[in-house]
């Protein structure tokens, strides 16, 4: 009867052993599996597992200068398409205005928005006076974070495209470069771009059409010039969506590129390097 009983005992752990064996087989070919969230109606966020091929290209969608009349349709298309987004939101800005603060609070209760930080004041618009005071740059920031309760510290300088992250760093003056890096050392993760979606500064109206966002977005990645390969940053701003119109062309970039075969659109919390 023992006799019997380790026999059982000795198969059951062979199988075991066997799956294990077969499992870590599945997993050494060209791919990776990443913990990725997924949204749901019941709840914010489900961590799950989904596998990526090494070949994915990663697109990720963020929004300067809200929160600010367009803001209401951003938020509308994201819940509509199901993506991810990035708002780069502006401290000033949300306090501005009744309606400016319902715009954000939507911001933090859609599913599919992450919230950061691109300063309180937006340098008031005086980027060389600004960024020759970094430690005044640092209390910006920290004010706007603090005073509208973020709790992450990816963040993009206003007027300039400057990357920090790990280590790694791309673009600006010296005065720039002196406040970015002081950010940096305080555990901000700052955020450039690698394609922006131009707009007309008088009107607001968006430059280029979808397809060439999209155009700029596959040259982009076909000739590896992003700031990290394979991923690519898009900048857009809250106040080119004002109209339906205006708005239209957003969800038509969007379900272009949810189309498009090895195209991702992911938030900025999985860029790589950020945590």
């Known amino acids: 009867m023992l006799l019997k009983s380790l026999v059982v005992i000795i198969v059951f ?33 489900i961590a799950t597992e989904i596998e990526y091929s090494s070949k994915t290209r990663f697109i990720y969608l963020s929004f300067d200068d809200g929160p600010l009349n367009g803001s209401q349709n951003i938020n509308k298309i994201v819940n509509l398409e199901k993506v991810p987004i990035n708002v780069m939101v502006v401290g000033e800005h949300v306090f501005k205005a009744k309606k400016n603060k ?68 791309k673009g600006g003056h010296i005065n720039t470069r ?16 690698d394609v922006e979606w131009r707009y007309n500064p008088i009107t607001k109206k968006p430059r280029d059409t979808y397809k060439e966002v999209f155009d700029k977005i596959k040259h982009k990645l076909d000739t590896n010039s992003t700031f990290t390969k394979s991923n690519v940053v898009i900048l857009a701003h809250d106040s080119m969506f004002r109209s339906k119109k205006e708005a239209q062309k957003l ?6 590129i949810k189309v498009t075969d090895g195209y991702e659109i992911v938030p900025l919390s999985k860029y790589p390097l950020i945590f």
């Open 13 to 45: 752990l062979s199988l075991i052993m066997i799956n294990v064996f077969d499992d870590n087989k599945k997993n050494s070919h060209n791919t990776y599996i990443e913990n990725q969230f997924v949204y749901t109606g019941l709840d914010r966020i």
């Open 102 to 169: 319902e715009y954000f609070d939507n911001y933090i209760k859609n599913r599919y928005v992450e919230v950061n930080n691109h300063s309180y004041s937006h340098a008031g618009h005086q980027y060389k006076k600004y960024y020759s005071n970094p430690t005044g740059v640092l209390c910006d920031f920290n004010h706007s974070m603090n005073s509208l309760g973020l709790d992450n510290k990816i963040a993009r300088l206003p007027g300039r495209n400057i990357w920090r992250l790990d280590g790694r760093k």
């Open 178 to 193: 002196k406040s970015a890096n002081l950010l940096s050392s305080n555990g901000f993760k700052i955020i450039g771009w």
């Open 251 to 256: 969800q038509d970039l969007i379900r272009l």
